[in-house]
């Protein structure tokens, strides 16, 4: 009996060394990110022109990361309190996550370097693993100008100071965030803005659409086959959950039988109705819509363009259900 004790003991034992050897290893090893790049970006008048239409219309960098009207419908952002962070995300039962400053009161020390190896490689300043909630993987898609406008645009936000909590992630989503990012590798080629299948489809990953509008499993991934067909659950705060639409050409639960024209006025519409009374239509839903509508007419229809070609799926959505009602499918 002794030496079955003994046996399991040593076992134990065994089992927490190699535990904790590898709690040290995530420790070490990850996140994998080189060094921040050496770049110091000239804000010329055409890089901060694109870096405002990015930051403020299409990236959604302004709608994350500053505080919005709480009655507002459309993600409004509350005027003179852009890029202050605040917002909180809950992502179930894996913690919360908080907007943060990006203002140059938080960003001031900061290299141009520092803040692109965040944006395209999701690390920190210190060295910490975003949680692609920021979405890096979509970002490090951006060609070298539109990324390097962002940045620039950025360093002329109004510095705001703020306090912001700190994230509370839970294990084990502590230690496979660490596991996440990676170099972002070369900057890939802009796409010509006349091919509009191919730049609507830039714009598309720019907006991080597929984020909201696509089926995820527990791990954060979309459903194979399910892209962009809607329905995602968004708590609004109000005893209501927004769920996301069906974005893609299926005819009867989808946008297949909207015209380009309709497409665009939706945006607008949507946008202008942000403030009015709410209704079943313009309920406390996340869609930025007034960030949206910032968007030419050229480039939302080269989004239109691009949903036209991914493939149809019949997924009926329920805009609105209580909370607690459960995610219809």
Same mark, same amino acid.
């Given at each position: 009996?002794?030496?079955?004790?003994?046996?399991?003991?040593?076992?134990? #034992?065994?089992?927490?060394?190699?535990?904790?050897?590898?709690?040290?290893?995530?420790?070490?090893?990850?996140?994998?990110?080189?060094?921040?790049?050496?770049?110091?970006?000239?804000?010329?008048?055409?890089?901060?022109?694109?870096?405002?239409?990015?930051?403020?219309?299409?990236?959604?960098?302004?709608?994350?990361?500053?505080?919005?009207?709480?009655?507002?419908?459309?993600?409004?952002?509350?005027?003179?309190?852009?890029?202050?962070?605040?917002?909180?995300?809950?992502?179930?039962?894996?913690?919360?996550?908080?907007?943060?400053?990006?203002?140059?009161?938080?960003?001031?020390?900061?290299?141009?370097?520092?803040?692109?190896? #965040?944006?395209?490689?999701?690390?920190?300043?210190?060295?910490?693993?975003?949680?692609?909630?920021?979405?890096?993987?979509?970002?490090?898609?951006?060609?070298?100008?539109?990324?390097?406008?962002?940045?620039?645009?950025?360093?002329?936000?109004?510095?705001?100071?703020?306090?912001?909590?700190?994230?509370?992630?839970?294990?084990?989503?502590?230690?496979?965030?660490?596991?996440?990012?990676?170099?972002?590798?070369?900057?890939?080629?802009?796409?010509?803005?006349?091919?509009?299948?191919?730049?609507?489809?830039?714009?598309?990953?720019?907006?991080?659409?597929?984020?909201?509008?696509?089926?995820?499993?527990?791990?954060?991934?979309?459903?194979?086959?399910?892209?962009?067909?809607?329905?995602?659950?968004?708590?609004?705060?109000?005893?209501?959950?927004?769920?996301?639409?069906?974005?893609?050409?299926?005819?009867?639960?989808?946008?297949?039988?909207?015209?380009?024209?309709?497409?665009?006025?939706?945006?607008?519409?949507?946008?202008? #109705?942000?403030?009015?009374?709410?209704?079943?239509?313009?309920?406390?839903?996340?869609?930025?819509?007034?960030?949206? #509508?910032?968007?030419?007419?050229?480039?939302?229809?080269?989004?239109?363009?691009?949903?036209?070609?991914?493939?149809?799926?019949?997924?009926?959505?329920?805009?609105?259900?209580?909370?607690?009602?459960?995610?219809?499918?």
């Amino acid at each position: 009996m002794r030496k079955a004790l003994r046996a399991l003991g040593w076992i134990a #034992a065994v089992v927490v060394v190699l535990v904790l050897g590898a709690l040290v290893y995530l420790g070490l090893a990850y996140p994998r990110a080189d060094n921040p790049p050496e770049v110091e970006i000239e804000a010329t008048p055409e890089l901060l022109a694109r870096g405002d239409y990015l930051f403020n219309s299409v990236t959604g960098c302004v709608v994350c990361h500053s505080p919005h009207e709480p009655t507002v419908a459309g993600a409004r952002v509350i005027p003179g309190r852009e890029g202050e962070g605040g917002p909180e995300f809950p992502i179930g039962s894996a913690g919360t996550l908080y907007a943060r400053n990006i203002t140059p009161a938080a960003l001031g020390e900061w290299t141009d370097g520092e803040i692109v190896r #965040a944006l395209r490689d999701g690390v920190s300043r210190d060295g910490t693993p975003l949680f692609p909630l920021m979405p890096y993987f979509n970002f490090r898609r951006l060609s070298e100008f539109d990324l390097t406008a962002i940045v620039a645009y950025t360093r002329t936000l109004a510095p705001r100071e703020s306090e912001v909590p700190e994230r509370e992630l839970a294990f084990p989503m502590n230690l496979i965030v660490r596991m996440m990012p990676g170099p972002a590798g070369p900057y890939p080629a802009a796409p010509d803005p006349a091919s509009r299948v191919e730049y609507g489809a830039y714009l598309v990953t720019a907006a991080s659409c597929g984020d909201c509008h696509s089926p995820m499993d527990d791990r954060g991934r979309p459903l194979p086959g399910r892209e962009l067909s809607g329905g995602n659950p968004f708590p609004t705060g109000d005893g209501w959950v927004a769920h996301s639409a069906n974005i893609t050409p299926d005819s009867a639960t989808g946008i297949g039988l909207w015209t380009r024209e309709r497409f665009i006025s939706t945006v607008r519409e949507r946008a202008a #109705a942000a403030g009015s009374p709410l209704s079943e239509s313009t309920r406390l839903s996340p869609m930025p819509w007034i960030a949206y #509508a910032g968007m030419t007419d050229e480039d939302l229809g080269a989004v239109y363009d691009h949903l036209r070609t991914v493939p149809p799926v019949r997924h009926e959505v329920v805009k609105f259900t209580r909370e607690g009602a459960g995610t219809p499918q």
